[in-house]
């Protein structure tokens, strides 16, 4: 078809995979506005699978070899940075889940300590994790949806990640660093399972499922810390 092979075809699908993330973020837009907050979750979800299998099949087509002038990596850092930063910014404005102000300044916290972030070229690692929190507010933002904690709590621990974006603290990525690679896909796997079934409850959820959700965001959030600790990343 017009000169371009079938390989170079299927590779090309990968773009358009990233590139629906973009529709899931204007849908996840839509819902935040009328303030259905259950539907702009289920939305970013969708738009975080994307995110999680769009990278492995990038490279298993090798996009970068038959579209070597179509940048990936820059059409995955503009949806990443709507769906991982802007929408759950706005969700914690629009909700005002902290109170009036906390919710507005955490807000602004968010949106630029994290446009700031994806700007550093030093943020992933040797071991493909993240130098800093890399700026994962869906699933913090989310988090604090389930969990409920006092506006206050809530606010300094959104100040606590946005000071550590500047750390050199290291985050594993679930499906790139391969150290406790199996546990880390097991227990995100067990996240999300608990996330779908708060959705499911419309965000109220049992308090097993909290504790599920706090549990293993916890273990997310903090097991590349521990292993840099232990000399195991780098």
């Known amino acids: 078809m017009f000169g371009i092979s079938k390989n170079a075809l299927w590779a090309f699908s990968v773009h358009i995979l990233t590139a ?13 506005a009328e303030k259905d907050f ?7 979800g969708v738009a975080l699978a994307v995110d999680g299998i769009d990278g492995p099949l990038a490279r ?22 709507v769906t991982y930063v802007m929408i759950p910014a706005f969700i914690l404005y629009q909700s005002g889940l902290m ?21 550093d070229t030093r943020m992933k690692t040797e071991d493909y994790g993240f130098k800093g929190f890399p700026v994962c507010w869906n699933m913090v ?19 606590i ?12 990525h679930p499906v790139r660093v391969k150290i406790l690679r199996e546990l880390t896909l097991g227990v995100f796997a067990i996240w999300a399972a608990g996330g779908l079934l708060a959705l499911y409850h419309g965000l109220d959820a ?19 810390f521990i292993l840099q600790l232990l000399g195991k990343l780098r």
């Open 20 to 32: 629906s993330g973009a529709f899931f973020a204007f849908l996840s837009i839509v819902a935040t």
């Open 38 to 44: 259950t539907k702009a979750f289920l939305w970013l």
């Open 60 to 81: 298993k087509l090798e996009v970068k070899k038959w579209w070597p002038f179509w940048s990936g990596d820059m059409l995955d850092a503009v949806i990443d940075y």
């Open 99 to 119: 109170g009036k102000y906390f919710s507005f300044t955490a807000a602004a916290i968010i949106v630029i300590t994290s446009a700031i972030y994806y700007a």
């Open 141 to 159: 933002v989310f988090t604090l949806f389930i969990v409920s904690p006092s506006e206050i709590l809530s606010f300094v621990f959104v100040c």
């Open 161 to 172: 990640a946005a000071v550590l974006t500047f750390v050199p603290v290291i985050f594993v």
């Open 206 to 224: 049992p308090h097993w499922v909290d504790v599920v959700i706090t549990g293993t965001g916890l273990y997310l959030f903090s097991i590349g």
